[in-house]
């Protein structure tokens, strides 16, 4: 009897669930978190300002900054080429930390790409103990849900801060306040493309999980409560 209980328990390997909506949007949901945390937890960028001598406009240089994920612009020191006015070009940096925005956004992505995994081991290793197990729908719900609300926060605060960081690394934004020592114009800047996109696959995930929670809400008890016996017809008959 102990041997047919750890058989019936043991891995049964069953794909039959990829088929579904409950397995079919889990495996996008995997696919999107890896996208959602690799263009946003991968950039690097640069922007740059041409510089020149108020009095002398024959001496004039570049500086420019070269920013990163997580973004602590604060942080980020410009470096100058070419000839300024004085010996040493001033300390400057970029403005504002945006790395709590952009770390709580890769975080979110990271677990979800992470339960998205172990939520297909289970529906295709052990889909008889999901369905037999009412507790297992019931956490994997509730689990759902409140992965679809971190989705909106996240993407929400995440593109909050993208705005602000397009606004301070944006040449024209730095030209304007290093025109208060020299003169200066916007240079180059990178394309910030992949971010934009991890924004929208954000936003994605989060109708992605919205959705998905009604097809894990149908295989809890809350959807289909298990049948109850009626007292007219007394106790189902025990068997001897």
């Not at 690097?44 to 420019?64: M, P, R």
């Not at 403005?95 to 890769?106: K, L």
Request: hydrophobic share 40%; aromatic share 16%; proline share 6%.
């Amino acid at each position: 009897m102990n041997r047919l209980t750890q058989k019936m328990s043991g891995l049964q390997l069953n794909l039959s669930p990829l088929k579904e909506p409950l397995g079919f949007i889990k495996v996008l949901e995997w696919f999107f978190a890896i996208f959602s945390f690799a263009t946003c937890g991968g950039y690097s960028g640069k922007t740059s300002v041409n510089v020149s001598c108020k009095t002398n406009t024959t001496l004039n240089g570049t500086i420019e900054a070269t920013f990163t994920y997580p973004f602590r612009l604060n942080n980020v020191l410009f470096v100058g080429t070419g000839k300024f006015c004085e010996d040493k070009l001033p300390e400057w940096h970029l403005t504002g930390d945006y790395s709590s925005s952009a770390e709580f956004y890769v975080t979110i992505a990271v677990f979800a790409f992470l339960y998205c995994m172990g939520a297909l081991v289970l529906y295709l290793g052990f889909g008889h103990l999901y369905q037999d197990n009412k507790k297992l729908p019931l956490i994997d719900f509730f689990i759902t849900i409140i992965f679809a609300f971190m989705w909106l926060v996240s993407s929400s605060a995440w593109a909050k801060g993208l705005t602000d960081i397009k606004h301070v690394t944006s040449p024209n934004t730095i030209a304007d306040y290093c025109n208060e020592h020299y003169l200066c114009t916007p240079g180059s800047e990178s394309r910030m493309g992949s971010l934009n996109i991890s924004v929208a696959f954000g936003f994605l995930n989060l109708i992605l999980w919205a959705g998905n929670a009604w097809f894990v809400y149908k295989e809890t008890n809350l959807h289909s409560p298990p049948p109850q016996s009626d007292p007219e017809q007394g106790p189902p008959p025990s068997s001897m």
